[in-house]
């Protein structure tokens, strides 16, 4: 089974520019989540969905970031535009609701 | 105060040492408990849940102390794969359907040949 699907693994952009981070949930999870992971603050979460619908978006750290989940099979974090400080591995995860999380292979983003 | 801390580490131990982690948490309302593994460059990946009776798992033991407000990890034996991050995590009173977790930062272990 595929487990959740995260594109692109790596990505190194400019100060600026702007990021597109993509996630598949596992089929017939309806609970999607992303998170940051950075070596000084660890593993934080910025928003999760519930049947597509944005729940919590309390850890997103500001107007240059913005997610979407048009169907229950795909999501998108944007940051617009990025900055040096944004470089971190994004992680997505999934879950069927009231489970456990599956955690994509994160996307490590590096902003110059 | 951090939600849920730990002791970063590193620990480092010799193959077949036995290796206890804890971590503590702040809000004693929170309802469950779990223990993610996390290897290098890697996603967290869920290791065990955490039961008020404790519960164990072939060489690993969880507990948890409500009234302490910490949970532990106890890794008995320990293999060269073990070697990992081991990221405790929390589920406070939920606010809404999906449960929303709250990571440790983490404690690295080094099992040693």
């Known amino acids: 089974d595929a487990g959740v699907i995260q594109s692109p693994r790596h990505e190194v952009t400019e100060m600026g520019q702007e990021v597109t981070l993509r996630c598949k949930p596992i089929s017939g999870h309806n609970s999607l989540f992303w998170y940051r992971q950075t070596m000084m603050r660890g593993l934080e979460l910025l928003i999760y969905f519930n049947n597509n619908v944005p729940i919590d978006d309390s850890g997103m750290p500001e107007d240059r970031f913005s997610a979407k989940m048009p169907n229950a099979s795909f999501s998108t974090l944007k940051i617009q535009p990025s900055e040096p400080r944004d470089s971190a591995v994004y992680f997505c995860?999934?879950?069927?609701?009231?489970?456990?999380?599956?955690f994509g292979p994160g996307t490590r983003l590096l902003v110059l | 105060r951090k939600e849920v801390e730990q002791d970063p580490g590193p620990f480092n131990v010799p193959e077949g040492a036995t290796v206890a982690f804890n971590c503590t948490y702040s809000n004693s309302a929170s309802q469950s408990f779990f223990w993610y593994r996390q290897d290098c460059r890697k996603e967290p990946k869920l290791l065990m849940s955490?039961?008020?009776s404790g519960n164990e798992d072939g060489r690993f033991t969880a507990q948890l102390n409500r009234a302490s407000q910490y949970i532990s990890l106890l890794i008995r034996d320990s293999k060269l794969s073990d070697s990992a991050t081991y990221l405790c995590v929390v589920i406070p009173i939920s606010s809404g359907s999906a449960r929303q977790l709250t990571f440790g930062s983490g404690t690295q272990l080094t099992v040693l040949p």
């Open positions: 955490v039961y008020s």
């Open positions: 995860a999934s879950s069927a609701l009231g489970e456990t999380q599956y």
